[in-house]
């Protein structure tokens, strides 16, 4: 650990020092969720314009992005322009007071600037580095760039999103990314475990393909046990009847009933014991054999009450079931607010911030209070003076060089 002491107040990763070379989404993700566990991110950004989601608006909150705000929380901004030499040499000096890299350049466009894996580990053979790429640093699509949508696609997830007959669908978030983020994370802890044995780095590397691709799980398992690829079903389950969405007389609801139990419970919550002794729905796998047929009869009882009227019979007689939610419904938990999953920050501009908080609670070392995300370059002149020891004089120089 390279800054301050660690403190139980101040989140399990109290004391480490990230240096965030990552811009959009994926990147950016994976080290807001080290700065929630207590790390010291300095994100690295260039002078003219800096992370692209500050321009990914409307809409704004105050003067900023909610696209940026919502993925930059405790986090420093400090700008460098990387074709710059001297903007290196601090760069450099970053890095030698740092624990942990992460960028996610395409292969070979950091070692291209002179910050490459091989390059940094002969300087900091301690250091951890890690790199988010869209298809892996080598193989045949290596030099591809990651775009979501692209990896959605690749990835066979697309195909098995939609319904039967409609075309192929992402997802509704950028879960390309955000797995590829989360994955990330796993690795970067993994290292620093690891390091605290044999006091040596290593180069972590997660590729959005593979991230998402990981996520196929039974799918995939499926595929292999059989050579037939999965079919898009709309938001019904391939092995469990009934198990999806149902409209009811004024809005959406899921219902899931996972077993044979479950569907004796249902069909007498509902007043339908016919269904339960019908002999083409004995079982689970007679009801996935005739979904066409039941979903139809569950699909117009559904629509005789209201959603929540149905969430209160059904729920009460102990099948999971659940609401389908706007963002904004969502938002607007109580049990979200109940929890303190709704993180409140102060931005000097943009005023009261919300976010999503991160959902991992720790009874022994909870994280600290979140910061708001960061100006463009809000920290430079801190970090430099404070921690690398600049002077007045030379943060000026860079200024007016442009190297900052």
């Known amino acids: 650990m390279s800054s301050a002491d660690a403190t139980t107040d101040a989140g399990p990763l109290a004391g480490l020092r990230i240096i965030d070379l990552t811009r959009v989404l994926a990147g950016p993700y994976c080290t807001m969720t080290l700065g929630d566990m207590g790390a010291e ?9 800096g992370d692209d989601t500050r321009a990914f608006a409307p809409p704004y909150q105050g003067d900023q992005s909610a696209y940026f705000l919502s993925v930059n929380r405790n986090k420093k901004s400090v700008t460098l322009n990387l074709k710059d030499e001297n903007a290196k040499e601090v760069l450099w000096q970053l890095i030698d007071t740092a624990d942990v890299i992460v960028e996610n350049f395409r292969p070979g466009a950091a ?12 300087r900091r053979p301690e250091m951890i580095y890690a790199s ?28 098995i999103t939609g319904d039967t007959d409609t075309p192929p669908f992402k997802m509704g978030t950028s879960i390309a990314d955000l797995v590829s983020g989360m994955t ?20 972590v590397k997660v590729s959005m393909l593979e991230a998402l691709s990981s996520l196929l799980t039974y799918h995939a398992g499926n595929y292999f046990a059989t050579g037939v690829s999965s079919e898009r079903r709309g938001n019904a389950h391939p092995s469990i009847v009934p198990y999806e969405t149902f409209q009811a007389a004024d809005g959406w609801l899921n219902i899931a009933v996972g077993n044979d139990a479950q569907w004796d419970t249902f069909c007498k919550a509902v007043d339908r014991l016919d269904l339960l002794e019908h002999e083409l ?10 979904r066409d047929q039941l979903i139809p009869i569950v699909t117009e009882l559904l629509q005789t009450k209201s959603r929540d009227e149905w969430i209160a019979i059904l729920s009460g007689a ?46 022994g070392t909870p994280f600290a209070a979140p910061v708001a995300p960061p100006r463009l370059g809000e920290h430079t002149e801190d970090v430099l003076g404070n921690l690398l020891g600049f002077s007045t004089d030379q943060i000026a120089a860079l200024k007016d060089q442009g190297s900052i």
């Open 281 to 290: 729905y004995a079982n689970a796998p007679d009801r996935v054999s005739n």
């Open 318 to 363: 102990g099948i999971p079931c659940g609401a389908i939610r706007t963002v904004g419904e969502a938002c607007e938990s109580e049990t979200l607010k109940e929890r303190g999953m709704i993180w409140k920050m102060q931005h000097p501009t943009a005023g009261e911030v919300k976010n999503i908080a991160n959902p991992i609670e720790l009874t």
């Open 184 to 203: 990330l994370v796993q690795g970067i802890l993994a290292a620093l475990y690891i390091r605290r044995d044999t006091g040596k780095g290593q180069h």
């Open 41 to 49: 991110v300095i994100k690295v950004e260039h002078p003219t314009g």
């Open 111 to 122: 070692k291209r600037l002179g910050f490459g894996y091989e390059e940094v580990a002969a």
């Open 132 to 159: 988010i790429s869209g298809f892996g640093d080598r193989g045949p699509d290596a030099t591809r760039p990651g775009y979501d949508l692209i990896i959605q696609g690749e990835s066979g997830m697309m195909n």
